[in-house]
């Protein structure tokens, strides 16, 4: 089973860019497709990306693609989100999930984004 | 995109009830890739069933799925007190995947 771990997450302002990551142990990651899902305040969990155990395949949430890029270093046992031209309705907690194909199996407890000048 | 619509919004039972939860979609969810999982405060959510009706490794036989068309059902038989959380769908057939909006289940 794997463990995952994000980091990253803060304050930044409407039009900043952070960067997200995700540290796996008990397993490696090559195995499992690897996703981010966020779910803004008082709202429901929304998929934002995912990305193929090799890396050749990558699928975005319609409202982020352009802005955000998820990618992978397997060597690393690691996953990450580069967010760019943020809004304000980013603001969220994103989850590092992973799963064989498409289910979701495995969810890291969350890294608070918060876009806000 | 396919939309899925959970009801109710909170179901208040006792334990030893049952519990019947539905989460219907908008359109047909390829291969019944349909998964339940049950959430906690504070803690990750929990696979509970995939593909509409197979039970997640190490998954209570109490939790149960199915399906009829587009719409899909999670039933608890004889809830335990560790059985009240929150409950969501999720459907991984299609991008982009998507959540229903979940379904509390409260002790009355």
């Known amino acids: 089973e794997v463990q995952l771990v994000e980091s990253g997450g803060g304050l930044v302002q409407p039009g900043g860019s952070l960067r997200l990551s995700c540290a796996a142990s008990g397993s490696t990651i090559n195995k499992y497709w690897m996703n981010w899902v966020r779910q803004a305040p008082g709202k429901g969990l929304e998929w934002v990306a995912n990305?193929?155990?090799?890396?050749?395949?990558?699928y975005y949430l319609d409202s982020v693609k352009g802005r955000f890029t998820i990618s992978r270093d397997n060597a690393k046992n690691s996953l990450y989100l580069q967010m760019r031209s943020l809004r304000a309705e980013d603001s969220a907690v994103y989850y590092c999930v992973a799963g064989y194909g498409w289910l979701i199996d495995y969810w890291g407890q969350g890294a608070l984004v918060t876009v806000s000048s | 995109e396919i939309v899925l619509t959970q009801s109710p919004g909170t179901l208040s039972l006792s334990p030893g009830d049952s519990a019947t939860l539905s989460c219907r979609a908008s359109q047909s969810v390829s291969r019944n890739y349909l998964a339940w999982y049950q959430r906690k405060p504070g803690q990750a959510p929990r696979l509970l069933i995939h593909t509409a009706s197979t039970g997640a490794p190490g998954i209570p036989d109490r939790f149960s799925g199915s399906v009829s068309g587009t719409d899909f059902t999670l039933t608890i038989s004889r809830l335990e007190p560790e059985d009240f959380a929150v409950y969501f769908c999720l459907q991984y057939a299609t991008s982009p995947l998507t959540f229903g909006g979940g379904t509390k289940v409260e002790i009355k």
């Open positions: 990305i193929k155990q090799d890396g050749s395949e990558e």
